[in-house]
């Protein structure tokens, strides 16, 4: 099985284990870094009852790759969607013709974690918690204002490849490329380390699927993502 089959469980039992905790059949990202679990096969009956011990009943925990008929009986499905896989190496990889460094874009730190958990409330890009940021480098575009209104990220971090995570606009600034700025930024930075970026985008959502296809990423794998909670 190829490491990007299952992200989160070989990020979380390898590079990013000290942000995490669990066992050898679930684990998960401290709560205050991310609601992200995972374990070592969704099909295993023995790992969704290591993962009710891990995160605990009515805690509501996101699943990469989850199999077919899982979760078993006792545990509710929030929602449950298909996302598309894609990745970049270096080679593929395609500066935007456009690029510059945007004036007001700077690396985010724990400071600006309540205006990342207000965007994100907002612009929806996925789970996003107060200290998600301390999970790699996370860069950001202000407003006048000083209001945080674009922001990308490093997420998951496995041997040889780092997630593009975070990416997100307010809705009153579409349509200004921050996020192609932004994630052209990031993944960028994930090459030039040696490991091959890689971004889940839900499938259908050919909007964001295009901003990447342009940075030179392409679709590896497709396979659902659930939100789930033990009963």
């Known amino acids: 099985m190829h490491p990007l089959d299952n992200p989160a469980w070989n990020a979380l039992t390898h590079l990013q284990r000290s942000v995490s905790f669990g066992n050898d059949l679930a684990r998960r990202y401290e709560p205050a870094i ?70 007001s874009m700077r690396a985010l730190t724990l400071a600006d974690g309540p205006a990342m958990v207000a965007l994100a ?23 006048e204002n ?13 041997d040889g490849a780092t997630e593009v995570s975070g990416v997100c606009t ?17 993944a960028e930075n994930i090459l030039e380390r040696g490991d091959t970026a890689f971004l889940h985008v839900r499938d259908g959502n050919a909007g964001a699927a295009s901003v990447y296809e342009k940075l030179g990423f392409g679709v590896r794998a497709v396979f659902d993502i659930a939100a789930v909670k033990k009963c």
């Open 170 to 186: 307010h809705p009153d600034h579409r349509g200004k490329r921050y996020a192609q700025i932004l994630s052209a930024a990031i």
């Open 121 to 143: 409330t907002l612009a929806q890009p996925g789970p996003m918690e107060m200290r998600t940021v301390t999970l790699g480098r996370y860069l950001g575009i202000f407003d």
């Open 146 to 158: 000083d209001m945080l209104i674009a922001m990308a990220g490093e997420r998951m971090r496995l």
């Open 34 to 103: 991310s609601p992200i679990a995972a374990v070592a096969d969704s099909a295993n009956p023995a790992c969704w009852t290591a993962l009710a011990d891990v995160a605990g009943a009515g805690s509501l925990v996101g699943v990469f790759a989850i199999a077919k008929h899982a979760p078993p009986d006792g545990w509710s499905v929030d929602w449950r969607y298909s996302f598309a896989q894609m990745t970049c190496t270096k080679a593929a990889f395609k500066v935007p013709t456009h690029f510059i460094s945007h004036s």
